[in-house]
């Protein structure tokens, strides 16, 4: 700033101020030489002198003079233009101590001009001003520069704080001496707090912008083109630049992604035009790296007709690959439905409202105008038989989360004028569901599959029928072997019972050797028969539920003596070892001796007759915390893994060469499944081919002694 000194007058006041007292003072000085007749030039030289010296003298005193009016005036003039304001003059004295305050400085201060008059403006200033810049002005008043704006803070007579903005020139004499200081001071607190608030408020604008995810920014569109007015400082994580940079709208321009840089400047120029508001998504490369963007702004229209766009930049770039994970599994799932050829059908219950896929359209036989989108034109095609049922599914599902799972019979294509009396085609189909429920519980969506199950239900009435016509024949044909065998054993009892009496020639000698031979033949034949027909009988009576058990205490190891004398000739005309285990001291059981030794017996006679010469047949029984359990093993043929379930079942053989020298009904291992079971127990065989088997029968606890008076005496207590 330069710097000014108030000078006295021009060329043209110089003049008029020395010229006319010199003038005066020769014509007087002439005037005296005439009248004394001076006699020597030297004293008329020394009289000039002296009356030059004169003039100068009257040429300076006039010319303070005049200094001083000129000084006065100007003060007075300050003085005016102060007065038709707030501001106030003041003035130093080369000291810089005040000489003069107005009135209008005691308005501002609250105290009158007195209190510092005769004081520097030091004693004006507060220590909350800062150092430097007080420094710097007290360097300029001492190098008598002029000021302008200078603004400190001071205290106000009641202690309240008030800012003041001082300007000043320095004021010299007519000899270009520094006489002090004039100038104009104002009261700007008013101003300087609402600069402060304002600063303060775009300080926090700029923190809470710099805060928001993303990046705030301000962009003018005029017709000389786009202006980054601002921009927070999340736009560095952004766009990879710093914020300074981003002020440069090219910088942010190069960094838009090539493909979408004309589709983004022509939505913007649209937005621009149309004075409206924009939403952009776009990506950006940032060090080789693609970010999706989105950006949305509010647009304000300027007088000029620029528009201002106030808008956030956000990364949306997981949200993005989110998408397209969404849209991948959304593609994969239609794939899927496509493929199943189901429907899928959505349920808004807020609105009441329903979405259809195009199968679900396919598999009505209707129009998506026809069917519309309320469940009542849905409900309206089910048969009314059905409608019930599936309403009650509905509300089971919704209020106490049951299974949706239903299947109705649905009229297919245009219904007729009078359905539901009207004839028209039903197709079954199975509805299934789940239920998107709010933070609250409630149900709010259900969404399912449409499922055309008539060809199934064609096939599953098919099935019943035959199961029933499979039933009723098995019916008959137990019904036929029970009345057989009834009609077999009554003539088979006396061919045994003649074949015997012959044998043992008990109505005398026969004669012929060869007839008692003949007659032992027929009476081993006909009591094979007789046990074939047993077990057919047996068999029968268990698949007709007419096989009781005559149940009593039993003790097994007697059971197993009885038997095992049974089979042991058999077993030593064929080269066999018989074993029976020691068994432990056994509680007795509780079943049907009959039907145990029938398990026995036919479980012995099967490992007798499938074990080769020289082998082994072993009979066990063992009593546990699980029951009591008979077990026979043998080191016969066994049985191929994959002709176990065949050789358990009614009339099911293992296919290998040894069975087929033997023969039989292959109801053995069967029944004796089927009397374990009836007892409440279980039977377990265990095989390997060329090494033998093992047959396990198990009965529960509950059938043993000891398990059945615990059983009692609990009982007892809790009555």
């Known amino acids: 700033m330069p710097h000014h000194r108030l000078r006295a007058g021009s060329l043209k006041t110089l003049q008029s101020a020395f010229v006319p007292p010199v003038l005066s003072a020769l014509a007087a000085l002439a005037a005296v030489y005439a009248v004394s007749g001076a006699r020597s030039s030297g004293q008329i030289i020394a009289g000039l002198a002296c009356l030059g010296a004169a003039g100068t003298a009257a040429a300076f005193a006039y010319r303070a003079q005049s200094h001083a009016r000129q000084q006065a005036d100007r003060l007075a003039q300050l003085e005016h233009i102060a007065a038709a304001s707030t501001d106030w003059t003041w003035a130093t004295d080369r000291a810089l101590r005040f000489t003069h305050l107005s009135a209008k400085f005691e308005a501002a201060f609250g105290f009158p001009p007195s209190r510092v008059i005769g004081q520097t403006c030091d004693v004006l200033m507060s220590e909350e001003n800062d150092p430097g810049e007080i420094a710097q002005h007290r360097a300029d008043l001492r190098a008598q520069h002029s000021f302008r704006d200078v603004t400190y803070q001071s205290r106000r007579a009641d202690g309240r704080p008030i800012w003041v903005r001082v300007s000043g020139v320095p004021v010299v004499d007519e000899r270009g001496a520094f006489n002090g200081y004039r100038g104009v001071a104002s009261d700007v607190t008013a101003q300087f707090l609402a600069e402060e608030a304002a600063r303060a408020a775009q300080s926090q604008l700029v923190e809470l912008t710099d805060s928001i995810p993303g990046a705030v920014v301000q962009i003018r569109h005029d017709e000389a083109g786009l202006q980054i007015l601002f921009v927070s400082a999340g736009i560095e994580s952004l766009y990879g630049v710093d914020k300074a940079q981003a002020y440069d709208i090219e910088k942010l321009i190069a960094n838009i992604h090539h493909d979408d840089v004309d589709r983004m400047g022509a939505e913007m120029e649209a937005a621009y035009h149309a004075h409206r508001n924009f939403h952009l998504e776009y990506r950006i490369v940032v060090d080789g790296k693609v970010k999706w963007i989105r950006a949305q702004a509010v647009a304000h229209v300027e007088r000029s007709g620029s528009v201002v766009w106030n808008g956030l930049l956000t990364d949306i770039s997981r949200l993005k690959t989110a998408e397209a994970k969404l849209r991948e599994q959304q593609d994969r799932y239609e794939r899927a439905v496509r493929a199943s050829r189901d429907g899928v059908w959505d349920y808004d219950l807020r609105t009441d409202t329903l979405y259809y896929s195009e199968r679900c359209y396919e598999l009505l036989g209707v129009t998506p105008d026809v069917l519309g989108d309320k469940t009542a034109t849905f409900i309206e095609r089910v048969h009314p038989h059905d409608r019930e049922r599936l309403r009650e599914t509905i509300r089971g599902h919704i209020k106490a989360g049951t299974p949706y799972d239903v299947e109705v019979r649905i009229a297919v294509g245009d219904l007729p004028d009078t359905w539901p009396e009207g004839k028209c085609e039903l197709r079954w189909f199975r509805l299934r569901a789940e239920t998107e429920r709010d933070g609250q519980g409630q149900a709010v969506r259900i969404a399912g599959i449409l499922s055309n199950i008539d060809e199934l239900k064609r096939q599953e009435r098919e099935l019943i029928a035959a199961r029933e016509r499979a039933e009723l024949a098995n019916k008959s044909k137990t019904e036929f072997l029970a009345n057989m065998s009834h009609e077999l054993r009554t003539p088979l009892n006396a061919v045994i019972g003649f074949a015997e009496v012959i044998e043992g020639e008990l109505l005398g000698p026969l004669g012929n050797p060869k007839y008692q031979s003949y007659a032992g033949d027929i009476r081993e034949s006909g009591q094979h028969l007789l046990n074939l027909i047993n077990d057919i009988l047996d068999h029968a009576k268990i ?53 145990l030794k029938q398990i026995l017996l036919n479980l012995l006679t099967n490992a007798i007759k499938f074990t080769p010469e020289g082998g082994e047949v072993t009979v066990g029984v063992q009593a546990s915390g699980n029951g009591v359990w008979i077990e026979v093993t043998d080191t016969g043929i066994g049985i191929a893994s994959e002709d176990i379930d065949k050789a358990m079942s009614p009339f099911g053989q293992a296919n290998n060469w040894l069975t087929r020298q033997h023969e039989g009904t292959g109801l053995g291992l069967a029944l004796c499944k089927q009397l374990a079971e009836l007892h409440g127990g279980r039977l377990d065989l265990e095989s390997e081919l060329e090494r033998g088997t093992r047959v396990r029968v198990t009965l529960p606890a509950e059938r043993l002694e000891k398990a059945a008076a615990e059983q009692a005496q609990a009982t007892a207590k809790s009555a």
């Open 543 to 595: 698949e007709a539920g007419r096989r009781e058990l005559h149940e009593e205490w039993l003790l097994l190891p007697d059971l197993i003596k009885g038997t095992v004398r049974l089979v042991r000739e058999r077993a030593v005309d064929r080269n066999l070892t018989l074993n029976v285990l020691p068994a432990d001291e056994l509680p007795r059981v509780f079943a049907d001796q009959r039907g």
